[in-house]
């Protein structure tokens, strides 16, 4: 009630209400609140904040709407996140004229150039990574891989893309449930996290195909696995071209990172390192794999076609004999031998498989059977 009563102020109800106007009363200001919080959601919305988190030295973790964005800065909770919509002009407006922003992260945040590279002017930090939006399978579609672009201080990260974002989804559902950021840095940091997560998982996806194909190369039944090895080849070099550059960025960081960041910081900021090297190893490893294995495929074919050429030669070298006897006595003219013969067919017959059965003889004396 006390809550409401700057909003909306209802007077309470007589001491001697009946239960079912309380009941009334209690109805009414729950479908306020709801109110006041769509009202807020809507306004936020409208400026194309997708999310905004607040974090406070007591663990509260405050959510963003409304007018509470325009006044959060002039106060100094311990880390801020907002991410924008870069569909929505309002968005693209509140970023250009914030004050909060330099000149240089406002320019960054932006354009529209999707060139992954992180970049540092003073103790700001300004990235565009790459993202997979979805689970897919190895139906590539670079529609799929999504650009995110911030800008991150002591205690703000400020976000934005054009696509939908699997890890800043991820990072704003970890919040939405409770879980608290004490650092600007480790929000950045969990983004990285959530980004190698999912490329794990695709290139688990990948490790185990290739597991299958390796396993039906060993029993010889490798017809019909060259395209998907294709494809597997094509979606880990794709993978490795939007990622790559992420582990290098993130060598880097870690190497120099701002003074703002803490012991507990840097050390996160290298455990992702590293899971971004290992990935790119594995990456480069399914190439490999991939490669070999399709090296392997057409050098089965190339085999079972020579197989199959030889056995043709080899019935082609059988038949010429009996072939070149049947031609001579097919002739139409006269004084062939055995036309009055009885008994002549059987004896080309004999003759035919005399010449056959010698021809084999000689093929197996000289190893070609």
């Not at 009630?1 to 200001?29: E, T």
Request: hydrophobic content about 45%; overall charge negative; proline content about 5%.
């Amino acid at each position: 009630m006390a809550l409401l009563a700057p909003f909306f102020p209802i007077p309470a109800p007589p001491p001697a209400a009946p239960v079912v106007g309380r009941l009334f009363c209690m109805a009414l200001m729950n479908l306020m609140v709801d109110s006041i919080k769509t009202t807020l959601k809507d306004r936020a919305a409208t400026r194309g904040l997708i999310c905004g988190f607040a974090m406070w030295p007591e663990q509260r973790i405050q959510d963003l709407a409304g007018d509470a964005l325009d006044g959060i800065f002039t106060q100094v909770p311990t880390a801020i996140w907002l991410h924008f919509n870069a569909h929505i002009s309002q968005a693209r407006d509140w970023i250009q004229q914030s004050e909060r922003l330099s000149d240089n992260a406002r320019r960054f945040l932006l354009e529209t150039d999707d060139h992954k590279r992180l970049e540092r002017s003073g103790e700001t930090l300004t990235a565009v990574i790459s993202d997979i939006r979805y689970d897919f399978g190895f139906d590539f579609d670079p529609e799929r891989i999504a650009t995110l672009r911030f800008s991150v201080d002591q205690h703000c990260l400020i976000s934005i893309r054009q696509q939908p974002s699997s890890a800043a989804d991820q990072l704003r559902t970890e919040i939405s449930r409770g879980r608290y950021f004490d650092s600007s840095a480790k929000l950045m940091i969990h983004l990285f996290e959530s980004q190698a997560a999912k490329l794990e998982a695709t290139i688990t996806q990948v490790r185990t195909t290739l597991d299958d194909i390796e396993d039906l190369a060993l029993a010889g039944q490798m017809r019909g696995q060259q395209a998907q090895l294709g494809v597997i080849r094509r979606l880990a070099v794709r993978l490795y071209h939007h990622f790559a550059p992420e582990h290098r960025m993130l060598q880097r960081l870690s190497r120099r990172p701002p003074a703002w960041f803490s012991d507990s910081d840097q050390t996160d900021l290298q455990d992702v390192a590293e899971a971004f090297r290992e990935l790119v190893d594995d990456l480069t490893e399914a190439q490999e794999r991939a490669k070999l294995l399709q090296e392997e495929l057409t050098a089965r074919v190339a085999e079972e076609t020579n197989k199959n050429l030889y056995i043709v030669s080899l019935f082609t070298a059988l038949l010429l004999p009996p072939t070149l006897i049947t031609g001579i006595f097919g002739m139409n003219v006269a004084g062939l031998p055995g036309l009055q013969d009885e008994t002549a067919f059987w004896w080309v017959m004999l003759g035919l498989a005399a010449v056959s059965g010698l021809a084999l003889l000689i093929l197996y004396l000289r190893r070609l059977l």
